[in-house]
């Protein structure tokens, strides 16, 4: 990916995201950033999934997930699910979470508001797969600002591409 390609995708701001699944007693989060608001009726969102990511196998089976919206103040969330120490299957062990009532997905107590939510259409997009969910159950846990990109030192672009910028702009 040649630099003017990296920077113009990095400037596409995003949410910052810990996706969440749950299958046989046992839960993993992912770092999540491309997911946007797909329709308004019925509500729809949609969540992109790294083809090769564990999470999208439990998707595929459970046709389920959780998407937990990281706040300023949730930091740490991002910081740890980026991290080499959340790649492996059980990464929810020291992190606090509730399963969400009917669906049982994992809302971490740390997000400031979480969605547990039904896949009704996904799309295979080169490396990743875009699940289109219906929210079925929200909980809303504080008032914070929602963290996105421009609060982050860095910017994920698929794989193992990752950019870097200062205050000033991209190294």
């Not at 949410?15 to 770092?31: D, K, P």
């Not at 669906?103 to 039904?118: D, I, N, Q, T």
Request: hydrophobic share 40%; aromatic share 8%; glycine share 8%.
């Amino acid at each position: 990916m040649d630099d003017a390609l990296m920077q113009f995708l990095g400037a596409l701001t995003t949410g910052i995201y810990v996706l969440t699944v749950a299958e046989n007693g046992r839960c993993h989060g992912m770092s999540s950033s491309w997911v946007t608001q797909v329709s308004g009726a019925p509500p729809l969102f949609s969540a992109a999934v790294d083809n090769q990511h564990l999470s999208r196998a439990v998707i595929e089976r459970t046709r389920r997930f959780g998407l937990n919206i990281v706040g300023r103040r949730g930091r740490e969330l991002e910081d740890y699910f980026y991290s080499p120490a959340a790649r492996r299957a059980d990464n929810l062990e020291n992190i606090d979470y509730v399963l969400s009532p009917r669906l049982g997905v994992p809302w971490l107590k740390s997000a400031m508001a979480a969605v547990a939510a039904e896949v009704v259409q996904e799309l295979v997009a080169g490396d990743h797969t875009i699940y289109i969910a219906r929210p079925q159950e929200i909980r809303i846990e504080s008032a914070d600002r929602p963290l996105t990109s421009l609060d982050l030192d860095y910017v994920y672009l698929g794989g193992r591409t990752v950019i870097a910028r200062d205050r000033r702009g991209w190294e």
